[in-house]
Each structure stands twice: as structure tokens, then as C-alpha cells.
């Protein structure tokens, strides 16, 4: 067991602990933070990493003491700070993280995502994200979670259909023609993006390929509300909450929102890009 999972492993057990003393069943506690009685069950077996908030309204549940609350604080502060690599996340396993995204998508209301480099998850049909997965496991050696990846990142997706949630999505057209999935796989990826833009709370746009760039889109970002934004890259994944990182990004989202493809000129985009996948699928 990695140190990482070790720590996430004993946060776990003293919050199990906590809520044992408080004679509060998983389901009860659930009941009174508002949260599926899964999430308690994952936060306690440690395969789900509570995040600050997680632990401040779970202390204030079982009235833990604030001296106890301020200490498990600090700890999950350190497990997200270690988490921030993405070798170690995906050590932890695929599924896992997965549940930690579906965890801070369930508490967002406004999804703002620059993407160039591949569909953006919530968007990605079954067998093209088993093709990214399986990629992912072989580049960071995750555990053999395919799977259950898959069907944490289907579940993710419910998300889409709530009304009270707006999504703005900017891909880039080299996005769409990546070959990381075979070609028949891609025209199933592409009949599903052009489902997704009749959605009324979703906006998709296409940075065209012959669109004047306000900058080079290297590393793609999400935006959740105005609280913080996630940053990929190749080794790490930066959480930025600081109010001028997060002021920085919404500024790139909308320059590159202004020269993006829309409606029906981001479908002529994607209904081209699947022609070409078409003929190449027949060959």
C-alpha cells in the first residue's frame, strides 16, 4: 500500500470512528449531510479522498470537537495536496477517481471546459472511453480498473440531463479527428456529440480548424462555478482556487469561446468530421 493510500486508509477509519461514537448508521449520516449513502461508504473504505468540506460538514454531524475537526481538516488538506499527481492518482485506481470527479461535479452547478485533445468525459460514449482508459492504464500502470471506470464515468453523465446545471463546452476540431479509438468507435463518439448539442442546458462549441486562435489551446481546463479550476497535464493535475488563477482561466474561456462554432455551424463541423470517419471505417 502506497503512503498516500495509507493516510487516505487512516482519514478514513477516524471518520468511520467519529461517526460510530455519534451511534449514527452510514445511511443516517448520509441522511443528514444530503449525500448518497455511497459516498460514505467510499470516503470510510478510502476509495474516495474527502476534500475539506467533505470533513468540516461530517465533524459538524457527529459534533466532533473543533479541535478534532481542525486536525482532520489538515489531513485531507495533505491528501489532496499528494493527490494532485496523476501517477498517484491513478495508482489508486480508475474507478476511484472517477468517483472523486463525480463527487465535485455533484456539488457544481456551472461547467465551463476548453478540451483540445480528446472528447471531454462527460460526453464520451462507452467504447471510446474504454479505448482512453485503457491507454491510461498502460501509460501510469493503474490497476486493472477498466470497467469500473467505465461505469462510474456513465453514471457521471446523468449529470447532463439535471436542468439546474449549465454546461459550456469549447472542443477543438483536432479533438474530434484524434484517432484514439478505431474508426467505427469514432462514429459512434461523433452520432453521440451531435445528440448532446440539442440538449437546452448544454453549449457545445468547435474551434474549427481555420479559426483565428486567441492562443495555443496546449492543456485543456475545467472550470467549476467560480471555485476552482482543474489543469491536466501529462504528470500533474493543478487545482487552481486562487481567485486570479480562476479569473486568468475564465478570461481563455471566452476568448476562446469568441472564435468557436456553434449550433448549426458546430454540427457542419462534426457532421464532416464523421463523414471522413465513415469512409474510413468501410475501407
Known amino acids: 500500500m502506497s503512503e498516500f493510500q495509507q493516510v487516505r486508509t487512516e482519514l478514513g477509519a477516524r471518520l468511520r ?37 467533505d470533513v468540516t460538514l461530517w465533524g459538524q454531524a457527529v459534533e466532533a470537537t473543533p479541535e478534532i475537526v481542525e486536525e ?29 470527479i463525480r ?4 456539488r457544481t452547478q456551472t461547467f465551463r471546459v476548453v478540451e483540445p485533445g480528446v472528447i471531454i468525459g462527460l460526453l464520451q460514449t462507452t467504447e471510446y472511453a474504454r479505448s482512453v482508459f485503457t491507454r491510461i492504464k498502460r501509460l501510469y500502470n493503474a490497476p486493472d480498473e477498466v470497467d469500473a471506470a467505465i461505469r462510474v464515468r456513465m453514471r457521471r453523465q446523468e449529470i447532463l440531463y439535471d436542468p439546474s446545471r449549465t454546461f459550456r463546452f469549447l472542443m477543438s476540431e483536432a479533438a474530434l ?22 440538449l437546452p442546458n448544454v453549449e457545445f462549441g ?31 493535475d493543478l487545482i487552481l482556487r486562487d481567485p486570479e488563477d480562476i479569473a486568468f482561466y475564465e478570461h481563455s474561456f471566452e476568448e476562446f469561446h469568441q472564435v468557436a462554432a456553434f449550433r448549426e455551424d458546430a454540427r457542419a463541423v462534426i457532421v464532416k468530421v464523421l463523414e471522413d470517419f465513415t469512409r474510413q471505417s468501410r475501407v
Open 177 to 198: 479527428r484524434y484517432r484514439l479509438a478505431p474508426p467505427e468507435v469514432m462514429c459512434g463518439q461523433l452520432d453521440r456529440l451531435l445528440a448532446v448539442t440539442a
Open 103 to 106: 463527487d465535485l461535479e455533484s
Open 206 to 236: 468547435v474551434l474549427p480548424f481555420e479559426a483565428p486562435l486567441p492562443a495555443a489551446p496546449i492543456n485543456g481546463f475545467w472550470i467549476y462555478d467560480r471555485g476552482q479550476v482543474a489543469v491536466p497535464t501529462r504528470t500533474r
Open 17 to 53: 470512528q467519529l461517526r460510530e461514537a455519534a451511534q449514527l448508521s452510514g445511511k443516517e449520516l448520509a441522511e443528514r449531510l444530503r449525500w448518497q449513502p455511497s459516498k460514505v461508504s467510499r470516503i470510510e473504505n478510502a476509495r474516495q479522498t474527502a476534500t475539506e468540506d
Open 72 to 100: 482532520l481538516v489538515e489531513q485531507a488538506c495533505v491528501l489532496l495536496e499528494r493527490q494532485d499527481s496523476w501517477r498517484q492518482r491513478h495508482r489508486t485506481g480508475l474507478a476511484t477517481l472517477q468517483e472523486d
